[in-house]
């Protein structure tokens, strides 16, 4: 994906995923994990990506105590 147009005049869509972390009710990180333009796809992604967190969480020891989650956001520029 470009960021940048050939038209300058063009207005493109594409949707942002965020990957939110949270350590034991602590402030909040919040992490650009990819760009996709597709929206359709970005939502089937984030609903994946969030099942592997909530597994991740209770597999992994070093995910003890941390709070996951992936959420889309769409952007036009």
């Known amino acids: 994906m470009s960021l940048f147009a050939k038209d300058k005049n063009a207005i493109c869509f594409t949707n942002l995923i965020i990957k939110v972390k949270q350590y034991h009710g602590g402030s909040p990180l919040f992490y650009l994990e990819k760009v996709i333009n597709d929206d359709a796809k970005a939502q089937t992604l984030i609903q994946k990506l969030n099942d592997v967190a909530k597994i991740d969480a ?20």
Do not use: A, R
């Open 58 to 77: 209770t597999d992994n020891e070093n995910e003890k105590g941390w709070n996951t989650q992936y959420f889309t956001s769409s952007l036009t520029y």
